[in-house]
C-alpha cells in the first residue's frame, strides 16, 4: 500500500510514558489551590521576615558604628 505508514512505539517508551502519567497523576492529585497558596503564603512570610531581619541587622550596625564614631547614641 504505497502511502501508508505505520508507527511501531518500542515497549520501552511505552512504560516511560506510563510511568510519566502515573508520577503527574500523583502529584496532581497532592497540589491543589488550597496546597500551592499556603506553599505561597509561607513563601512571602519567609521573604518578609528575611528582609526584616537584614533591615534590623544592617540598622544595629549602622547605630553602633555611629555610636563608637561619634562617641553618642542616636537612634
Not at 518500542?10 to 500523583?26: F, H, I, N, Y
Not at 488550597?34 to 540598622?59: D, E
Amino acid at each position: 500500500m504505497a502511502g501508508v505508514y505505520t508507527l511501531e512505539v518500542p515497549t520501552g517508551s511505552a512504560e516511560a510514558v506510563a510511568a510519566a502519567k502515573s508520577v503527574l497523576d500523583s502529584v496532581t492529585a497532592v497540589l491543589n489551590i488550597t496546597n500551592v497558596a499556603a506553599i505561597l503564603a509561607a513563601c512571602m512570610g519567609s521573604a518578609t521576615l528575611l528582609f526584616l531581619a537584614w533591615w534590623g541587622v544592617r540598622k544595629v550596625t549602622k547605630v553602633t558604628v555611629n555610636a563608637f564614631a561619634r562617641g553618642k547614641l542616636s537612634i
